[in-house]
């Protein structure tokens, strides 16, 4: 099948994505245009096929039928290591650090195979967020918050030019989900593009310029928040017929 | 002076020692540290794919008995004795290729369970395969083949110490960086640009390689290989206890393991071969419930608990 | 061709689902342990020797027939489960994989060495059934019969007992959500124990049918335990009906490669089912999709 021609604007385009469990379908022709240099969100009911969603584009799920490009080039059926160095990284909704190795192993791992400065440049992340004197200590021994940073941090190491986030501030305290969030701006402005499954409808409102919403496998809607908020479809989604709770 | 530099030292030390020990030695003590040397080598390969990949082999043994067949086989044909390790090795290699890209597919228990049954399709081939195995029977090589007990005691050895190195030195490469990232969690190491499946098989490939050149030695050691002797269940048990109770995934563990268990095999039980396997199961046991990072981690617990501990451990 | 009339056909079928029964009696026991500890038991043939062995004790110093022999045996080795689930398993339930994987391969290491401590090497049998049952042109060892009708016998009753009964129930309640049967009321712990014990006990009654059928050696148990992985990945881990059906069809394979090619080949039939199995679905054809 020949995929349709991604938009040049667009970084990533997915076209008609289904993945089927057996009779399941977890995702039901998703279509979805992920402007460059963006930061864009992807919402959804529990269950609604976001992680699902990223476990395809980031090669992890073969088993999807559909097509997706990265940067005008096919990835579906790539291995996951291949989409990752081509510069598409994506985050864990449930921190995966390896626990027995260190904080500087962990970054490091990810890094390039021939560059000579891969630890100094490790050793630069972890200062960005005032994890240094962590380099040496195991991934185990880590609070929770710090681990999901460190994976954050992890995926740097590719200077990917799209991250998938999946969650990445939950069950993170408030200080580090700030410098977790205040890092996302900032890579962003660098160029970085973004696209984020978050729950908390401030931060999306705040971060996103364009919001895709999943529901039942399927987009239901996408825009701007503003948009969004009030799409009949999307209160329904979330809320059942008798809504009225206030979206945001 | 840091914990490398000291196992350095301890590393030349014992190599030292190793090379000289023939000259003091009779022939029952040499061969004795022949099997040391045997045991090391092979629980070093074990510890390669199941002590820093996390995939844990029941059946590793199969490459011995692939490695001892060869040679022996080559031998008879008229090679020389250092060509037959050699090729043997090679062998056993070559067909850990496809085995490992069929099997490392599996997970956990499945990969377990599927090279346990390795060892005894190895084991039921060389019985059928009459024609080249004489089966049952078993290939009795001719005294004037082998080479003297000193060429087999320093080929074992530099079996035992180039197992080492190679495990030594993959520990402190990004090889074996992403080894150990492939053992943590395997999905998220191919999420951060591992490709796992080829550090997998390089992996196997060369955990095969070394038990392929110590059966081949071991089959010179003994003159003679049967279908029970060259896939023996023993042997895997062996590396696998040895490997947890020095500790798996370490330089040093199965080293300490095997020297261990061996002393304390000769000493204690080397009347009774059943004894010797049963109290193996106990300390496999012990060491499961109780020490699950082996002899070795003692040592290092003890480093740890030293204020300046943490300023040793860059990688 | 000789081989394919019908009379040697049936023949083999019948051996073969005789000697299926045999499998899966014991690999439903393995899966009904997988099923509720997520724990592999590889020492759980050697809890079928040990039946095997109290028979050929029984017969030889007692005179007892092996199948007045299952009364005790049977009864012995459920409690010989049931502590050995209190005092080992029960400290490796819930820890990875391989933890538990490993300390049943110390047991089951263990278990075979005192056998040989114990009883030697050598083969033993108990010749206590012998001859053939003749239906029309067909002959059925008396003790295949036998072994094969008492084996599809317990393994039926322990399935309607795990289907009816109240305990039953509970069983499977823990081998579907242990978190939520616990919620529930349900005494986890002790389930595990009575579960492990009724395992080691449908292994026990496997190891006196075989006593009646083969000669056998504290050693023997590796080529079973290899059967039974072989048909629990086939029928699905944790799947009691699908390790029945995965006992059986290793069974009649066997017969028929036996039957058709050599007696050799048929032992090897078992590890090419497993590969292949392995290489189609490398997690199995049902059950649980990754350790």
């Not at chain 2, 059966?215 to 050691?221: D, F, I, L, R």
């Not at chain 2, 370490?250 to 080293?255: E, M, N």
């Not at chain 3, 028979?55 to 502590?83: C, E």
Request: aromatic residues 10%.
């Amino acid at each position: 099948m020949s995929a349709p021609v991604c938009d040049p604007d667009h970084i990533l385009c997915a076209w008609g994505l289904t993945r089927d469990f057996g009779g399941v379908q977890a995702l039901r022709g998703v279509d979805l245009h992920v402007a460059r240099g963006s930061i864009t969100g992807l919402i959804g009911p529990n269950g609604s096929g976001k992680t699902t969603l990223f476990q395809v584009i980031s090669g992890l799920d073969r088993g999807a039928t559909g097509a997706v490009t990265f940067d005008r080039e096919s990835i579906l059926g790539w291995r996951p290591s291949q989409i990752y160095r081509r510069g598409l990284a994506r985050t864990f909704q449930l921190s995966r650090v390896f626990p027995e190795l260190t904080v500087l192993e962990n970054i490091v791992v990810a890094g390039s195979r021939h560059d000579r400065s891969v630890t100094e440049r490790a050793l630069g992340l972890l200062e960005r967020v005032n994890l240094r004197d962590y380099a040496a200590v195991l991934g185990k021994n880590l609070s929770y918050g710090q681990q999901k940073l460190v994976e954050f941090l992890r995926v740097l190491m590719s200077d990917p030019a799209l991250i998938l986030l999946d969650e990445p501030a939950a069950g993170v305290n408030p200080t580090l989900r700030q410098t977790l969030w205040d890092m996302v701006r900032h890579l962003n402005g660098l160029g970085a593009t973004f696209l984020v499954i978050e729950h908390n409808m401030e931060v999306i409102a705040d971060l996103c310029s364009e919001v895709y919403v999943l529901s039942e496998g399927e987009i239901i809607a996408h825009g701007d928040f503003a948009a969004i908020r009030n799409d009949e479809r999307v209160l329904e989604a979330y809320f059942g017929k008798s809504r009225r709770h206030g979206a945001a | 002076m840091n914990n490398y530099r000291i196992g350095l030292w301890i590393g030349v030390a014992l190599v030292a020692l190793a090379s000289l020990a023939p000259l003091g030695l009779n022939d029952y003590q040499q061969s004795f540290l022949l099997q040391v040397f045997l045991v090391i080598a092979l629980a070093q390969a074990w510890n390669l794919i199941s002590g820093m990949t996390g995939y844990v082999s029941f059946g590793h043994a199969a490459f011995f008995g692939v490695g001892a067949y060869a040679s022996a086989l080559l031998l008879t044909w008229g090679f020389p004795w250092w060509l037959a390790v050699l090729k043997s090795a090679g062998i056993a290699a070559l067909l850990a290729v496809p085995l490992g890209f069929l099997t490392l597919r599996l997970r956990g228990p499945y990969f377990a369970i599927a090279m346990l049954g390795l060892n005894e399709v190895g084991r039921i081939v060389a019985t059928l395969w009459v024609s080249v195995t004489h089966g049952g029977t078993g290939l009795t090589l001719s005294p004037e083949l082998l080479p003297s007990l000193d060429v087999k005691y320093f080929t074992m050895f530099g079996l035992a110490l180039g197992a080492t190195l190679l495990v030594a030195w993959i520990h402190r490469s990004r090889f074996g960086l992403e080894l150990r990232a492939i053992r943590e969690d395997e999905e998220a190491a191919e999420m951060v640009g591992v490709n796992t499946t080829l550090n997998k098989v390089i992996a196997f490939v060369l955990s095969a390689l070394i038990p392929g050149a110590v059966g081949a030695v071991y089959v010179m050691y003994t003159s003679y290989i049967n279908p029970s002797s060259a896939f023996e269940h023993a042997r895997n048990i062996e590396m696998i206890v040895v490997v947890l109770f020095g500790g798996s995934g370490t330089v040093w563990g199965p080293i300490i393991g095997a020297g261990t268990v061996m002393v304390l095999r000769e000493m204690l039980w080397a009347q009774f071969p059943a004894a010797h396997l049963a109290a193996l199961g106990v300390l496999l046991l012990v060491v499961v419930l109780y020490l699950p990072g082996g002899l070795v981690s003692i040592l290092r617990d003890r480093q740890r608990s030293r204020p300046d501990a943490r300023s040793g451990e860059s990688p | 061709m000789e081989l394919l009339e019908p009379e040697i056909l049936l023949q083999l079928l019948i051996g073969g689902l005789l000697a299926g029964a045999l499998y899966a009696l014991l690999a439903c026991g393995l899966n009904l342990i997988f099923g509720v500890m997520r724990v592999i038991n590889l020492a759980h043939a050697e809890l079928m020797l040990i039946g095997a062995f109290g028979a050929y004790v029984l017969f030889h110093i007692f005179g007892l027939h092996p199948l007045a022999s299952l009364l005790i045996v049977v009864p012995a080795i459920f409690f010989v489960g049931y502590y050995l689930q209190r005092f080992l398993i029960e400290r490796v339930v819930g820890r990875p994989m391989l933890t538990s994987l490993l300390a049943t391969y110390g047991l089951s290491i263990i278990l075979i060495n005192l056998g040989l401590l114990l009883f030697s090497a050598d083969f033993k049998s108990i010749p206590a059934l012998q001859g053939s049952f003749l239906i029309d042109e067909l002959a059925v060892s008396k003790p295949r019969a036998t072994a094969g009708l008492i084996s599809l016998l317990l393994t039926v009753g322990v399935y309607q007992f795990l289907e009816r009964t109240r305990l039953g129930k509970a069983i499977r309640a823990v081998s579907e959500h242990a978190q939520v049967a616990a919620i529930c009321g349900i005494d986890v712990r002790q389930i595990r124990m009575l579960t492990f014990g009724m395992a080691a006990a449908m292994a026990g009654a496997a190891g006196v049918m075989l006593s009646v059928i083969y000669s056998f050696w504290p050693g023997s148990g590796v080529d079973f335990i290899q059967k039974c992985f072989a048909i629990i990945i086939i029928g699905g881990m944790g799947n009691f009906v699908g390790a029945f059906y995965g006992g059986i069809l290793l069974g009649v394979v066997e017969a028929f490669v036996g039957g058709f090619i050599s007696t050799q080949w048929a032992e090897a039939a078992a590890y090419l089912l497993l590969v292949t199995v392995l290489l189609i679905r490398p997690t199995g054809l049902k059950g649980v999709a990754r350790a």
